[in-house]
């Protein structure tokens, strides 16, 4: 029997895909990338912007037809979409098997078992205490050497623009110890490096009588034998704690690279967002952690063409950007979600403006990012090599610990993944960077 998985979205969708994945190879399953040769086919979805509706009812309009060709085939649909129209899903694409909410991810063997049986549609949605699938491995990337462990889900922070607390429910901390064992398990398998995965890293733990707070369980995990680097997401900056700053200084294998989303520039605009912050409160704790990890890498998340954002609200924006110098932004233009409380908020800013703004975004960290990878070349630097490069020729492929893409020809070494190889950056590119392998007496240690 095969899966195919679709996955739309967010590190967490591509974390709860593995997820899925994992539950079914357990079963005897085998996955396929192919949908015309699946038994089940999952789409994995995210709302948190565009018309993710649009998205997924092409993808129905394509699979569910299969079935008529594959009797037998099973279409379900998870993910945030999911959560939010529940049965009206299997209204509006009849053939739809299966709808399974943001917290039922664990019952999707049982619900295909159901399906199969009763032959007919169910739709499963409800929140629970603790959302089903946290304990769930989804084992290592497709890599071999690194790997995502989902700490916490949902939100408790109810920013004003975004959906997540709707449709991920309330942010529940997963118990530490089954979070370490499944990082030792990763370890034992392989595994050089982790990413720890929740909507707001910064607060595990502290709504939990007796449980460990986030730099406390980065310590525990830090010093399991054998795991060289360890990365987390996503942090808000209103909850970057004094000791989580520490940790930076603290922890060897802990990465000197954050993703730490501003949103906007301007007070007002921050305000209204409902963030818990100020630019002056997130500059002092940007200064902060560059004091406790000199050369920390830096990346973060905007939003151009809020409600009420005026040219002078996007010039604090782009002023941030210059200030901060990230190593890369992920910037969106602001999309309505319906049943948020910004949806109800005046003064949108035209489409043909959020668009002018977000190419503004573009055009200066683009140089900002040429800066950085150029002043790059010259320096020694341990890379974690991931396999062969995508641009082919020979070359091979690995990150820093700042997590710069860079990409090396091997010379007599064959280099096997999860190496860590000592690499002299020679070229900066647009978003990566060349070097040349150091080798005996010219390597160091690393
Ligand atoms: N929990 C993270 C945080 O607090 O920053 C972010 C999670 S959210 C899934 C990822 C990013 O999507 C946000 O940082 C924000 O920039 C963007 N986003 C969320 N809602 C949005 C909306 N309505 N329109 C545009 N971008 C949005
Ligand atoms: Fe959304 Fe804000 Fe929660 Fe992030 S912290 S998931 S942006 S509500």
Request: net charge neutral.
């Amino acid at each position: 029997m095969k899966i195919y998985v679709e996955t739309y979205g967010c590190q967490m969708n591509v974390s709860d895909s593995g997820k899925l994945v994992r539950l079914f190879r357990e079963r005897g399953w085998s996955q396929t990338a192919e949908p015309g040769r699946a038994d089940l086919i999952v789409i994995n979805t995210c709302s948190v912007r565009e018309k993710p509706e649009l998205k997924l009812f092409s993808a129905l309009g394509r699979y569910i037809p299969l079935k008529k060709r594959r009797p037998g085939l099973v279409v379900a649909v998870g993910g945030c979409v999911a959560q939010q129209w529940g049965e009206k899903l299997q209204e509006r694409a009849p053939g739809l098997d299966i709808v399974f909410g943001t917290h039922q991810l664990d019952r999707l063997p049982e619900l295909v078992e159901a399906v199969c049986r009763e032959h007919r549609p169910l739709a499963e949605t409800d929140f629970k205490r603790a959302p089903g699938g946290l304990e769930v491995a989804a084992g290592p990337g497709a890599d071999g050497i690194s790997a995502m462990v989902t700490i916490m889900q949902g939100c408790d922070n109810f920013c004003s623009y975004c959906i997540v607390p709707y449709v991920r429910g309330r942010e529940y901390s997963r118990p530490s110890a089954g979070i370490i064992a499944e990082i030792e398990e990763l370890v034992a398998a392989g595994v050089k490096e982790v990413m720890l995965l929740g909507q707001n890293v910064n607060s595990y733990g502290l709504k939990t009588p007796g449980e460990l707070s986030f730099p406390v369980l980065l310590r525990r995990v830090a010093a399991i034998p054998g795991l060289r680097r360890i990365r987390f997401t996503t942090s808000h900056p209103k909850d970057l704690s004094d000791e989580l700053i520490a940790a930076f200084a603290e922890l060897d294998n802990l990465c000197p690279a954050l993703h730490l989303p501003l949103q906007a520039g301007s007070d007002a605009v921050l305000e209204r967002m409902g963030r818990g912050y100020t630019a002056a409160s997130y500059l002092e704790k940007v200064e902060k952690l560059r004091r406790a990890r000199p050369g920390i890498a830096l990346t973060t998340d905007i939003i151009v063409g809020f409600p009420g954002e005026s040219e002078a609200d996007f010039g604090e924006t782009l002023r941030l950007l210059e200030e901060v110098r990230y190593d890369q932004i992920f910037s969106f233009k602001y999309s309505v979600r319906p049943g948020t409380r910004a949806a109800a908020f005046p003064d949108g800013v035209p489409e043909e403006e959020k668009k002018e703004r977000l190419s503004r975004c573009h055009h200066l960290q683009d140089r900002i990012t040429a800066e950085i990878l150029a002043a790059e070349v010259g320096r020694r630097r341990e890379v974690l090599v991931t396999g062969p490069s995508r641009r082919g020729g020979g070359e091979w492929s690995g990150r820093t610990p700042e997590n710069r893409i860079v990409n090396f020809p091997a010379r007599d070494l064959e280099p096997a993944p999860g190496d860590l190889l000592s690499v002299r950056i020679t070229e900066a590119l647009k978003h990566s960077l060349r070097g040349k392998l150091l080798m005996g007496m010219e390597a160091d240690a690393v």
